[in-house]
Nanobody
Framework: QVQLVESGGGVVQPGKSLRLSCVASGDTFSMYAISWYRQAPGKQRELVAA????????YYVDSVKGRFTISRDDSKVTAYLQMNNLKLEDTAVYYC??????????WGQGTQVTVSS
């Protein structure tokens, strides 16, 4: 069992930056791969970025390449999504996902990111 709590969202202007955090508890965090997803109004949930248990990125969706960075700090039991040069189309609820195997994965509650001019 893993509990995940996202934070760091807010309302920002285009071109600004935010860093999202995902704090875990309840199990050995280092055994879980971490992904960030987002869901905009009227759209399906979209995989944004993913990394291995060692913190090596395995995926960024094309629209965020060069702007977003996924990372983790196991000593703080926390995963991060650094978001730079935010665009209007980045507006969504962002979710943290911890994955161990097809029967063992967990979601956080989400944090709202709104990019508005």
């Amino acid at each position: 069992q893993v509990q995940l709590v996202e934070s760091g969202g807010g309302v920002v202007q285009p071109g600004k930056s935010l860093r999202l955090s995902c704090v875990a508890s309840g199990d050995t965090f280092s055994m879980y791969a971490i992904s960030w997803y987002r869901q905009a109004p009227g759209k399906q949930r979209e995989l944004v970025a993913a990394m291995t248990t060692a913190g090596d990125p395995t995926y960024y969706v094309d629209s965020v390449k060069g702007r977003f960075t996924i990372s983790r700090d196991d000593s703080k039991v926390t995963a991060y999504l650094q978001m730079n040069n935010l665009k209007l189309e980045d507006t969504a609820v962002y979710y943290c996902n911890a994955y161990r195997d097809p029967s063992t994965f967990y979601w956080g509650q989400g944090t709202q990111v709104t990019v508005s001019s």
